[in-house]
Nanobody, 126 residues
Framework: QVQVVESGGGSVQAGGSLRLSCAAS???????MAWFRQTPGKEREGVAS???????TFVDSVKGRFTISQDNAKNTLYLQMNSLKPEDTAMYYC?????????????????????WGQGTQVTVSS
């Protein structure tokens, strides 16, 4: 069984910053992890992912503003969000999946992840 817990959401004004955290725990030693977001009436969107080689993938709309990092020893994932815009307003979800052999692609495909957190709300006002 895998538990996924996000934290760090909140409300900020445009131009502000937030840092999201995600902790994965369970029976596996290593997890592949990524951030997704969703607004009402829209499909879930992949935001950022980090691979086991340190490579990162971002959706175009956040490139240059968001950074992603991971503490493998703690199975914790972070998303630093700077220069936030009202269009970043969404529920942010952490997605994880046990790593096979320690390898993780920096994937933003939702089907790659079998475990999801409850989400943390990010609201950016103009």
């Amino acid at each position: 069984q895998v538990q996924v817990v996000e934290s760090g959401g909140g409300s900020v004004q445009a131009g502000g910053s937030l840092r999201l955290s995600c902790a994965a725990s369970g029976t596996f030693r290593r997890y592949c992890m990524a951030w997704f977001r969703q607004t009402p009436g829209k499909e879930r969107e992949g935001v950022a992912s980090i691979g086991s080689d340190g490579d990162t993938t971002f959706v175009d709309s956040v490139k240059g503003r968001f950074t992603i990092s991971q503490d493998n020893a703690k199975n914790t994932l972070y998303l630093q969000m700077n220069s936030l815009k009202p269009e970043d307003t969404a529920m942010y979800y952490c997605a994880v999946d046990p790593s096979g052999g320690g390898y993780c692609p920096a994937s933003l495909e939702a089907y790659e992840y079998n475990y999801w957190g409850q989400g943390t709300q990010v609201t950016v006002s103009s």
